[in-house]
């Protein structure tokens, strides 16, 4: 069985969803041949590992979700479109982005200050990131991509209309981001209410925090699953098919 081997990249949200929502546990039970790894923020030289993993200062974590004490070297200050797209737009021979393309599946997601949306300018401005980030992923056709939506800061942390710009955005990344080798997983939908905001259900006793809680990793995690698989197979829908759980 050949092995597919996919690479999250993420900061502190996705590594609440990749460890709560137990995304390894579940691939080793579903699909076998999928090996995730993961990339945290850059590592902290002179760190404890212990230290390093609560500040998700982790660099690359191997398909056993250990450290591997390296890192790619991917500066993303809040993953924002911005820095993806400079990331995507490098020639394949750098460095960086060479390490990214190793992988067959690349997942990748932004945190949830770039759905703090203060303008009509700034939706404009990251769906013009996101589109060129989807368009130079079609240089790479023989790999697939899961491109997260931002997920929604809940109440306490924006306004009516910033939030319901960051549902605008996550409407039309799914509309618009359509290329073969590229899905659109769209985190932000399954975490917000019709308020456009964090589900009630879905926070943190810290009523600063937007961090979606271990309730919405566990329940979200199932779908994130199921969207590297079906990336994953050459029939998508049987793949889907075969999974056990709810």
């Known amino acids: 069985m050949k092995k597919i081997k996919v690479l999250f990249i993420h900061h502190s949200t996705g590594g609440l969803l990749l460890h709560q929502g137990k995304i390894r546990e579940l691939l080793l039970k579903e699909a076998p041949q999928i090996q995730l790894w993961d990339h945290g923020y850059n590592l ?25 004490g390296t890192d790619y070297d991917i500066n993303l200050s809040n993953n924002s479109p911005k820095e993806y797209d400079e990331i995507f737009s490098r020639s394949s021979v750098d460095g960086t982005l060479k390490k990214i393309l190793s992988y067959d599946i690349i997942a990748f997601k932004n945190c949830f200050p770039t759905t703090k949306i203060i303008s009509d300018d700034m939706l404009e401005e990251h769906k013009n990131y996101y589109q060129n980030i989807s368009d130079n992923l079609q240089k790479y056709p023989e790999k697939n991509f899961v491109i997260f939506t931002p997920p929604p800061l809940r109440s306490e942390a924006t306004k009516s209309t ?7 955005l996550s409407k039309w990344m799914k509309e618009a981001l359509t290329h073969p080798n590229v899905k659109v997983f769209d985190f932000f939908d399954l975490l917000a209410n019709n308020e456009n905001v964090l589900k009630r259900e879905y926070c943190s006793p810290l009523f600063f925090d937007s961090h979606p809680n271990r309730r919405a990793n566990s329940e979200i995690g199932l779908k994130f699953v199921e969207m590297l698989i079906q990336s994953g197979c050459n029939s998508p829908m049987l793949c889907v098919e075969r999974l056990s759980f709810p």
């Open 44 to 68: 902290r030289k002179n760190i404890f590992s212990f230290l390093a993993v609560r500040t998700f200062h982790t660099g690359l974590s191997d398909q056993d979700g250990k450290m591997t």
């Open 162 to 168: 910033y939030a319901k710009r960051a549902r605008e």
